[in-house]
């Protein structure tokens, strides 16, 4: 099972900001998190991953709690090709069913 | 080419046949992973391979599953005696180098699965 909980969806405006939170609350020292998404009819697409520290790449950045058991994936301006499901996986490589991301115009 | 690639993109086959599925991992990418995904379900950890070996194979459903994986690329997923619950996209993904206690060192890249439907 997964060891991760997330909402089921959210939905956010075009060009806002948005956060997408994971818990992750019986993560290991060792467990990385990690954040994937999969857009309709494709396969899964690396995001980003972090240990302890914030992360920030191209697409997005990644903040992570002190005691390390959440985590929130931020798009910085959200448009309507990030619309997909996001999922925050630890180290097992555990998919859960993600967040639906919709993305309004 | 580039990415990695899975055949066939569908395959429809009758309950009790078996069913083979390929994944073309990239090229020199010595980790690979095998998923599957039921209809509106997150993706399911199946089997991991580093080079020719599944250090991994605990999420293998049961034993009419089975996947190996030769020359440190191309691997085959074969299902026996499939059933309707069976049916599902079946992905594949290679990494660069090996998971760790850590996790995957490196990203993993998914290919664009399998589509099966056993009727």
């Known amino acids: 099972d997964a060891k991760t909980t997330q909402p089921n969806s959210m939905e956010s405006n075009e060009e806002e900001p948005v956060h997408l939170p994971c818990n992750h609350s019986?993560?290991?020292?060792?467990?990385?998190i990690h954040w994937y998404r999969q857009l309709p009819s494709q396969g899964p697409e690396y995001v980003i991953h972090?240990?302890?520290s914030n992360v920030n790449n191209r697409m997005a950045s990644l903040a992570i709690a002190e005691d390390r058991k959440s985590s929130t994936l931020i798009l910085h301006r959200a448009t309507l090709r990030d619309a997909a499901v996001y999922y925050c996986i630890l180290s097992d490589m555990r998919f859960g069913a993600g967040t639906r991301l919709t993305v309004k115009p | 080419g580039a990415g990695v690639s899975q055949s066939p993109s569908n395959k429809v086959t009758e309950k009790g046949k078996d069913v083979e599925l390929r994944c073309d991992p990239i090229?020199?990418?010595?980790?690979l992973y095998w998923y599957r995904q039921s209809l509106g379900q997150g993706l399911e950890f199946l089997i991991y391979?580093?080079?020719?070996?599944?250090?991994?194979k605990s999420g293998l459903p049961s034993d009419r599953f089975s996947a190996e994986r030769t020359g440190g690329s191309v691997s085959t997923l074969t299902i026996q005696r499939t059933q309707q619950e069976d049916s599902a996209v079946y992905l594949c993904?290679?990494?660069?180098?090996?998971?760790?206690?850590?996790?995957?060192?490196?990203?993993?890249?998914f290919g664009p699965g399998t589509r099966l439907t056993v009727l």
């Open positions: 391979f580093q080079g020719n070996s599944a250090p991994d």
């Open positions: 993904a290679s990494s660069l180098n090996q998971r760790t206690t850590y996790g995957p060192r490196d990203e993993q890249f």
């Open positions: 019986t993560i290991s020292g060792t467990d990385y």
């Open positions: 972090g240990l302890t």
């Open positions: 090229s020199g990418h010595t980790a």
